[in-house]
């Protein structure tokens, strides 16, 4: 009898362990996946080396490898704004920061999220996430309008538009780096690189989120390669002697490569030569001198922040979610040519060598014209070289691998893509207000399936301190304040905007151009002329 006993006693026993590994299985397969959304500052469309760089960016290039690329996908042209529209899914003057984090008197350009636009971690906070950030915030300078007062449960990073990467305490004048950590503030201390701490945070933020048993949503906003360019040794002297070539033989070389990583294709027709760029062979030794060291700082850069993309792949592996995360890539905006083209604001005055603390140096136009290749113009506009930006998504077992898609994406797509991914049905209200419903497409249908393009039902439209565009299909208008006439560009045979058909196409420039003005009206658009009276 008690031999009966035990072996029913084992027999229960095997079966409980069966049971609970078989439901620990099934919560795992069903887990709602991690999300990561990584941003890099001011960074070029080819500036990768899966966009036809010569950096070494060999820890993306492994996610573009595993994962798949966009040929299309726009951003906002500019800092905040694209940030507003990133972080809430909206239109950045829906959000309310139409001009920039400056509060200027009207409800769509009042600086800050609106309470009506609800930010990624406050939705996915109500999915069951955990919701973590590290780097730029720019969406809101007051201390209220802060991440953790948007549905962040932890944030380290800096409030405005920039920031040294060294601690600069010694160089002259230059002002402190002024951080904050969930509310509190501190600064960078002597011997740290910010591309570094940021990271560091971030890996910290995962390691304390492990314990939860949650899923993550994690926004990583990279500084780099935004001004000023400060880099580290080891990470400079990987590129010395690389830009000797000069701008000019690196575009070409840019595009060729990708041409044959099929980028862009053979035929492609490649933006016209910038005439405000200066010739590389035209220029003296010294001049020379001084434009390489700004590449190689710039560079260092960028690879620095591949270096921590490859220390977060390590994290996720050590925690084993690797099988289990949603990661996305992409830029804020295009290179920046002229000191932000129609703006007369310069940088502050070097106290130091290009990419030491006291640097304050910036790529400049001409080599942003490397950056963006093979676009037209830069950060601030709205051609295609100020609003196009690398995008990468990968999901392991989900996302296919190699994939090269046109996608013609947008981001306020990332919004409702994320929410389907998390499996949350976005609110029509929220803590007791309405909330603005959102203008974007989920990307899974062409991340996951066969589809190449974004299926939209209406354009994509921009307006930025008075320039403008809509895409719709192959169709792009296009205008550049002070100059209210609309360009009419044919995309799928010029992408480097190169013959303006508003002549030939009226129709298509009328059906368009009332578009925008529709558009305008319903997100608040205030005409630039009247921004510009507030602003003085």
């Known amino acids: 009898m008690k031999n009966k006993f035990l072996s029913l006693k084992r027999a229960f026993s095997s079966m409980a362990m069966i049971a609970l590994l078989y439901a620990n299985a099934n919560a795992q397969q069903h887990r709602k996946p991690n999300i990561v959304l990584i941003m890099v500052d001011d960074m070029g469309y080819s500036d990768l080396g899966c966009y036809g760089s010569e950096i ?3 820890n993306l290039d492994r996610l573009a490898a595993e994962g798949t690329r966009f040929k299309e996908f726009y951003n906002n042209s ?5 940030r507003a529209s990133l972080l809430t899914g909206q239109y950045q003057h829906k959000a309310g920061v139409g001009y920039f984090d400056v509060d200027l008197g009207l409800p769509a350009y009042q600086g800050y999220l609106n309470k009506e636009s609800l930010t990624l971690a406050e939705v996915l906070k109500e999915a069951g996430y955990s919701t973590l950030m590290a780097g730029k915030w720019h969406v809101g300078k007051d201390s209220l309008a802060w991440p953790n007062q948007r549905g ?19 160089y002259g004048k230059a002002p402190a780096v002024e951080l904050v950590r969930d509310n509190k503030k501190l600064q960078l201390q002597p011997g740290e690189y910010l591309t570094n701490t940021i990271t560091d945070n971030a890996l910290g933020f995962l390691d304390e989120q492990h314990k939860l048993n949650k ?3 994690l926004y990583l906003a990279f500084n780099a390669p935004h001004w000023p360019l400060q880099a580290l040794p080891e990470d400079i002297k990987k590129y010395e002697g690389l830009y000797d070539a000069g701008w000019d033989s690196l575009r070409t070389a840019r595009i060729k490569k990708q041409m044959k990583l099929g980028i862009i ?7 016209l030569r910038d005439d405000s760029v200066a010739v590389w062979k035209n220029l003296s030794y010294d001049e ?31 925690l084993k979610a690797e099988e289990n995360t949603l990661i996305v890539f992409l830029s804020d905006n295009g290179a920046q040519g002229g000191f932000t083209k129609n703006s007369n604001r310069k940088p502050p005055r070097n106290t130091g060598p290009i990419g030491t603390p006291g640097s304050y140096g910036y790529q400049e136009q001409n080599w942003a014209y490397l950056s963006n290749t093979p676009l037209r113009d830069y950060k601030n506009t709205m051609h295609e070289g100020g609003i196009s930006t690398p995008f990468i998504a990968w999901y392991p077992g989900k996302i296919p691998a190699g994939e090269i898609k046109q996608g013609t994406g947008h981001i306020i797509d990332l919004a409702p893509t994320f929410y389907a991914l998390a499996g949350y049905k976005y609110p029509a209200k929220y803590k007791g207000h ?7 497409k989920n990307l899974l249908p062409v991340l996951e399936g066969s589809g190449k393009v974004v299926d939209r039902g209406e354009p994509l439209f921009w307006e930025r301190a008075g320039n403008r565009a809509v895409r719709s299909g192959k169709w792009k208008i296009v205008s550049t304040f002070p100059i209210y006439r609309w360009e009419l560009f044919d995309l799928e045979k010029d992408k480097g905007e190169t013959t303006d058909l508003a002549g030939r196409f009226p129709n298509v420039v009328d059906q368009l151009s009332a578009q925008y003005f529709e558009w305008a009206e319903r997100t608040g658009v205030v005409d630039y002329d009247k921004i510009r009276r507030k602003r003085k």
């Open 265 to 271: 294709p053979g035929n492609a027709q490649i933006a």
């Open 434 to 440: 309405s909330v603005n419903p959102l203008p974007g």
């Open 215 to 217: 899923p993550f949503f």
């Open 288 to 318: 020379k001198k001084l434009w390489k060291a700004k590449m190689e700082v710039y560079a260092a850069m960028v690879d620095r922040v591949d270096q921590n993309v490859g220390r977060l792949l390590a994290k996720l592996k050590e």
């Open 56 to 58: 070494q960016t060999p």
């Open 78 to 82: 500019i800092c905040a704004p694209t």
């Open 152 to 170: 962040f449960d932890h944030f380290y990073g800096f409030p405005n538009a920039l920031s040294n990467y060294f601690d600069i305490g010694k």
